[in-house]
């Protein structure tokens, strides 16, 4: 008797976890319906457009990771995937004050072109240089005169209008 009751109960165990899902089928499931907050960990896929032409995109470095609620980004983006769920695509432009603000005329520097050392500057050149507290920081050649070199500070995208594409591939 005791044989049977064992048997009985077996077949009741194994049917029962053939009529629910797999522990890995519910985890996936809850990830599909899990849309990302402040504090998660997010991955995603980008599209940067400007004008129509793309200028920057994740498709050949892989997902951006970052820390919503961090400031990590900028704020209209964090926005924008604020919500989403995995596997979820959207896209959305953000007016220059927005995204990477005004063009500021008096972001210029004029330095002593023996300061770029052996390069010849053009005008439209993108540099990086270091700050005197030693960060590294992308510039753009403005004019380039017989002694000086005048540097526009602003960042590339200033001023202009910025479409994002993206896609959230995972919430940790």
Do not use: W
């Not at 009751?5 to 522990?23: G, H, M």
């Not at 400007?50 to 470095?61: A, L």
């Not at 997902?63 to 604020?82: H, I, K, Q, R, Y």
């Amino acid at each position: 008797m005791k044989r049977n009751f064992l048997r009985v109960t077996l077949c009741v165990l194994f049917a029962a976890l053939l009529a629910s899902p797999a522990l890995g089928e519910e985890k996936a499931e809850d990830a599909k319906n899990q849309t990302a907050k402040n504090g998660d960990t997010v991955s995603v896929e980008y599209t940067v457009t400007v004008e129509g032409e793309v200028v920057d995109s994740s498709k050949e470095r892989g997902p951006l990771t970052f820390s919503l609620g961090n400031n990590e980004m900028l704020p209209g983006f964090e926005e924008a995937v604020l919500g989403m769920k995995v596997g979820e695509e959207k896209t959305f432009t953000l007016a220059p004050e927005d995204a990477y603000g005004p063009v500021n005329p008096e972001a210029r520097v004029e330095v002593p072109r023996e300061n770029l050392g052996d390069l010849e500057p053009e005008v439209g050149m993108r540099l990086m240089v270091h700050t005197k507290t030693g960060e590294t920081r992308p510039v753009t050649v403005a004019e380039v005169g017989e002694n000086t070199v005048t540097l526009d500070l602003n960042h590339p995208l200033a001023g202009k209008s910025v479409t994002f594409t993206v896609k959230l591939v995972s919430i940790k």
